[in-house]
């Protein structure tokens, strides 16, 4: 079966690099699942989710907005930040979600709503991929 060639790069490291059967992006218009021989394209990423299937096992990472190219045999996504399920510190992220929620609620002049709403999603997007382990899918019947 045809694979995907996957690089997940930040601007301080590459996070991933694998192939893989699919993966799901979050798309600044929704959700995007990617198969191999996907058509070629170029999108901008959300803070989100992104999920990879490898075989029976699926990995989860949290993205903080960025890129994604398709390429005839290849898929890069070049992340803002990108963490691993595994590698993602919980109270980091509660602590977080707390300082943007206190932040909007001040509604000070100098505040910078988008940018407490988009830690605001940032922490709550880690705190869901942080629930995630990878695992193995169910066999199917
Ligand atoms: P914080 O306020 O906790 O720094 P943030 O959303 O402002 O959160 P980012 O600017 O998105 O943080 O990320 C800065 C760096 O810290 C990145 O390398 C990112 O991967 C890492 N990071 C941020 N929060 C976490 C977390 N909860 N667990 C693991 N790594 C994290």
């Not at 893989?20 to 058509?39: K, R």
């Not at 190219?69 to 979600?97: F, G, H, Q, T």
């Amino acid at each position: 079966m045809s694979k995907i060639k996957l690089d997940i790069v930040t601007p301080e490291e590459s996070v991933f690099s694998e192939e893989v059967d699919m993966l799901v992006a979050p798309g600044i218009e929704g959700q995007l699942g990617i198969l191999p021989h996907h058509t070629p394209l170029m999108t901008i990423l959300d803070i989100g989710e992104l999920i990879i299937r490898k075989g029976k096992e699926e990995q989860f990472l949290a993205i903080g907005g960025g890129y994604l190219e398709v390429k005839p045999d290849r898929v890069i996504v070049l992340a803002d930040v990108a963490e691993r399920a595994e590698d993602i510190d919980v109270s980091r992220a509660e602590d977080a979600k707390e300082r943007a929620q206190k932040s909007m609620k001040e509604e000070s002049a100098d505040m910078d709503v988008a940018q407490a709403e988009a830690a605001l999603k940032r922490s709550l997007i880690r705190l869901k991929v942080a629930t995630r382990r990878r695992h193995r899918r169910q066999q199917q019947a």
